[in-house]
């Protein structure tokens, strides 16, 4: 019996060690990456680790460090297997400027690297930097992180969204970077955004070293102020119609205002509501801080919330104990005028374009909690004057997200969050109404190809009334936008008129860190020089034909809001301009005849370590101001639906939707007619017309006659 015991002991242990064993096997072939050179073993061939530095051995010019990056030699030619399974999410030619900044602006437009090289030429680049361009391929594995293969010229092709397996190739080996002489592959990770370990996934002892977070929290005055200036440079530098929507002086005087209310030290978190406020101030939604907040939150809202509506300050939310305070008008908080304390909130709003108010609008229904309280005046507690003569102290809540009613949090979920997994959706209605929800342009061509089959399939129903809800979409590629346009379009559409830029090429805030010795390539060669010298311009308007196998032609009800931005605002101006349909709902986040878009730069002020992207393009989409397009606004809404406490709180349901709906079915569409060109008719206009010709012909014929009299006669004999 003792030995059945023994026996069963030992086969326990034996079945539990081989399982480890299997699970340790399994768990090391789904960490260790696939080293990309066939043949070869983990850690062969390394020219550079992290931590190392490119360019020591020059002796001419500076060393560059590298960072995050595995740099891997092989013969020229040789393939480059895909490292893990994954899912491709970007693709593009490159060309490294210096080692640390790449320059994309060329796109993928071919599988072949000689094909690349003959559009090059044509471009006027040399045989040199020709020879540097390669494929950099990025792809998104199930733990999240992104494995960037770069360093390849290509074989193919590859489409956003389509799946790669491990030992696939994904290219050959070709030439990095110009300080690297030999062909190599480079690996990169990153998570989140931001760089990862490149050699651990590998099995390889790592030198990649973390980036640090700067943890500074007090800046000096002269500290704040020369940041400020460098933003400054960098927006002058790089930032295409700086003064579109401002005057010089009138910025150079807001930035002195600005400046003075600094101290002998501020905080981090208090330099960073200046910074907002200047880019406030630039009114442009491509223009934003994309560093981690540095800003204090009390996070202990009021038990009222204040909010503009119809340009009257009132109570829209509150705790139950006072919900006989909803609606109530407001003139003050805590002794500030209504009027200044909208002048407060609205240079916070920093997404705006131009002079769009609707984003402005939503600051003043939410900002109250967000940033008065918690930014300005730092404290909660608000005394309020009302309207009809009271005055009286609320406390703040001692959580963070009292019980005020009306609630918010359907609209607040459906404006601030976007699900990954439903970036866009499509649903019949009714037999009569098909929707499609947008959130994004940002779609891969696997997900372009649904919604072209979405389009293929209501066109075979004979649905009569589509709605596009464009709410909440923060845009996308400009390419992805037109193609779902041309699927709508029934004549073709000029996406944009042409192209603006600084300079060529040169800026002191991109791309830094390159050798001093060596001039920067020309981000924009392309482009030509202004007669006056001011910038440089690429003036080739562009087409865009509507699709002849897949095209609608029904009637088009277009969803817009304040959070519609970029792509979604030309796809609604397209729309409008067209008089392809309606847009119901609010005016547009960005600007309708033009936008600073397509390729940016990100300047990190040294010492506070805020990061703020700029865009480097101004793309101007037309020039034609008019009542329905006025310049500096937006895309209008044929159909407004004006901000209301019951659309914020879902009381209704989605009142833009239903009233979308209503109109549909009172048969309310266009209602906008063409003018017709300013001359008179031919039956009113005839008989003068004729005339003004028939004394315009007497009056010739006699000025020949007293020529023919007045002129002597010529002997000829």
């Not at 489409?159 to 002489?181: A, F, M, N, P, S």
């Not at 592959?185 to 977070?213: E, Q, R």
């Not at 579109?244 to 910025?251: G, I, S, V």
Request: aromatic fraction near 12%; charged fraction near 25%; charge should be negative.
């Amino acid at each position: 019996m003792e030995n059945n015991n023994i026996m069963k002991t030992i086969m326990f242990y034996t079945w539990l060690l081989l399982l480890m064993m299997f699970f340790e096997g399994n768990a090391y072939s789904q960490e260790n990456y696939l080293w990309p050179i066939p043949n070869k073993k983990a850690g062969d061939d390394i020219f550079y680790r992290p931590q190392d530095y490119i360019g020591v051995a020059d002796g001419v010019t500076q060393a560059e460090l590298n960072f995050d990056r595995l740099i891997i030699g092989a013969p020229l030619g040789t393939p480059v297997l895909c490292p893990v399974d994954g899912t491709i999410t970007h693709a593009n030619i490159c060309y490294h400027n210096c080692f640390s900044c790449s320059i994309d602006v060329y796109g993928q437009q071919t599988g072949n690297f000689e094909q690349d090289s003959v559009r090059f030429v044509e471009w006027g680049m040399s045989p040199e930097k020709i020879r540097y361009m390669n494929t950099n391929v990025s792809i998104r594995i199930a733990d999240g992180r992104q494995v960037h293969v770069s360093g390849m010229y290509p074989l193919r092709l590859f489409k956003t969204g389509e799946t790669v397996h491990r030992g696939d190739v994904l290219g050959t080996v070709g030439y990095y970077y110009k300080r690297i002489k030999e062909p190599c592959v480079v690996i990169s990770i990153s998570k989140n955004s931001k760089s990862d370990d490149p050699m651990t996934p590998f099995g390889l002892k790592t030198t990649f070293i973390p980036p640090k977070a700067n943890n500074k929290t007090q800046l000096t005055h002269d500290e704040a102020v020369a940041d400020l200036d460098g933003l400054m440079e960098a927006f002058e530098d790089a930032f295409p119609g700086l003064y579109d929507y401002t005057t010089k002086d009138e910025f150079d005087a807001f930035l002195a205002r600005k400046k003075a209310t600094i101290g002998e030290t501020i905080s981090v978190g208090d330099f960073e509501v200046i910074v907002r406020s200047v880019i406030s101030k630039v009114r442009d939604s491509h223009t934003s801080i994309i560093s981690q907040t540095k800003m204090e939150g009390v996070l202990r809202p009021s038990s009222l919330l204040l909010g503009w509506f119809n340009d009257t300050l009132q109570v829209w939310r509150a705790v139950p104990k006072y919900k006989d305070y909803l609606g109530k008008k407001v003139v003050s908080v805590n002794g500030i005028p209504a009027d200044s304390l909208k002048t407060m909130l609205l240079e916070f709003d920093e997404s705006s374009d131009g002079y769009v108010k609707s984003c402005g609008d939503l600051v003043l229904i939410y900002g109250m909690d967000n940033y008065f309280c918690e930014q300005i005046a730092k404290d909660c507690n608000i005394t309020v004057t009302f309207a009809d003569g009271e005055t009286k102290r609320f406390e703040q809540m001692g959580r963070k997200d009292p019980a005020r009613e009306p609630k918010w949090i359907e609209y607040a979920y459906h404006h601030f969050h976007v699900d990954e997994k439903a970036l866009f959706q499509y649903k019949k209605l009714s037999d009569s109404v098909a929707y499609l929800d947008l959130r994004t342009f940002e779609l891969d061509e696997m997900q372009e190809d649904s919604v072209r089959a979405f389009f293929s399939q209501i066109i075979a129903d004979s649905i009569p009334n589509l709605i596009i809800d464009l709410r909440d979409n923060y845009g996308g590629p400009r390419k992805v936008m037109e193609t779902i346009y041309s699927y709508l379009a029934q004549k073709p559409f000029c996406t944009s008129l042409y192209r603006f830029v600084n300079k060529r090429g040169g800026f002191k805030c991109f791309g830094g860190s390159c050798p001093v010795d060596e001039e920067p390539m020309a981000v924009f060669a392309e482009y030509e020089p202004l007669p006056n010298g001011e910038g440089f311009v690429k003036n080739e308007p562009e087409w865009v034909e509507p699709d002849s196998l897949v095209n609608y032609k029904g009637r088009l009800y277009v969803l817009t809001n304040e959070a519609s931005f970029s792509a979604s605002t030309s796809f609604a101006g397209f729309v409008k301009k067209q008089n392809r349909g309606v847009i119901v709902g609010r005016e547009t986040g960005s600007a309708y005849h033009q936008m600073k878009a397509e390729h940016f730069t990100q300047y990190m002020m040294p010492t506070s370590g805020i990061t703020v992207q700029i865009p480097m393009i101004k793309i101007v989409a037309d020039t034609v101001v008019s009542e329905r397009f006025p310049y500096g606004r937006g895309v209008l809404p044929d159909y407004p639906v004006n901000f209301t406490p019951e659309e914020l709180s879902f009381a209704h349901g989605d009142s833009i939707l239903n009233y979308t709906q209503q109109l549909i079915c009172e048969c309310k569409y266009i209602y906008y007619v063409e003018p017709e060109p300013e001359t008179s008719s031919v039956e009113e206009d005839a008989r003068p017309f004729r005339w003004w010709w028939v004394a315009i012909g007497v009056a010739v014929v006699l000025l020949v006659g007293i020529f023919g009299i007045s002129k002597p006669k010529v002997n000829n004999g």
